[in-house]
């Protein structure tokens, strides 16, 4: 069974820089895509990101310039740095698998089969 | 951007009940619609994908229908363990909107 652990800093300060991290275990990192979801509190989810460990990235168009992902660069582990962090960064982040089944029209249905736990993130100074 | 649009927000029922929640498009999306449960202090699950399928060992007292643009979530013969938010999520290549949720209490 495929385990997501993330790990991120708890508390930024505002303008910094939220360098989260996720632990993959129990499955490859290299035949999935790979996502991060966060949740400030009190809302819904919003996807900030996806990447495939050979492939592009994807980023949220309202957060592109601010966003930077990666996968196995440290081995089992993908990665997402969120930059010139303000008090609306403030959420509970996410990680996930992005998996895919085959579609009646020859296309392809995407979804996110396995998450983490979540990881809470403040801003602060 | 697609967008996508959740009724009700919230909604109160009983164990035992029957009940739909609405998720629209504002394009049509064909049947690549999610759904996740989501219960307070943990993340998504994923119940439903394609609009119709269940996914893993999902009950099968809940069951996706829809096309297009409009989309419903029913879960029959409500159980305690049901009572949470659900999510609604347009997943096709490159696009994977939420709604904004239906929380369903007591």
């Known amino acids: 069974q495929v385990y997501l652990q993330p790990s991120g800093p708890g508390l930024v300060k505002p303008s910094e820089t939220l360098s989260l991290t996720c632990s993959v275990s129990?499955?490859?990192?290299?035949?999935?895509?790979w996502a991060w979801v966060r949740q400030p509190p009190g809302k819904g989810l919003e996807l900030l990101a996806y990447?495939?460990?050979?492939?592009?990235?994807y980023y949220n168009p309202s957060l592109k310039s601010r966003l930077t992902m990666s996968v196995g660069s440290s081995g089992a582990q993908f990665s997402l740095s969120l930059r010139s962090v303000t008090a609306a960064d403030a959420a509970v982040y996410y990680c996930?698998?992005?998996?895919?089944?085959?579609?009646?029209?020859?296309?392809?249905?995407?979804?996110?089969?396995?998450w983490g736990m979540g990881t809470a993130v403040t801003v602060s100074s | 951007d697609i967008q996508m649009t959740q009724s009700p927000s919230s909604l109160s029922a009983s164990v035992g009940d029957r009940v739909a929640i609405t998720c629209r498009a504002s394009?049509?999306?064909?049947?690549?619609l999610n759904w996740y449960q989501q219960k307070a202090g943990e993340a998504p699950k994923l119940l439903i994908y394609?609009?119709?399928t269940l996914h893993g060992d999902v009950p099968s007292r809940f069951s996706g229908s829809g096309s297009g643009t409009e989309f419903t979530l029913t879960i029959s013969n409500l159980q305690p363990e049901d009572f949470a938010t659900y999510y609604c999520?347009?997943?096709?290549?490159?696009?994977?909107?939420f709604g904004h949720g239906t929380k369903v209490v007591i």
């Open positions: 129990g499955g490859p990192i290299d035949l999935y895509y």
């Open positions: 394009q049509n999306i064909d049947t690549y």
């Open positions: 999520q347009h997943g096709s290549d490159d696009h994977f909107t």
């Open positions: 394609g609009a119709t």
């Open positions: 996930a698998r992005r998996a895919s089944s085959y579609s009646p029209t020859g296309s392809y249905f995407y979804y996110m089969d396995v």
């Open positions: 990447t495939y460990i050979r492939g592009n990235i």
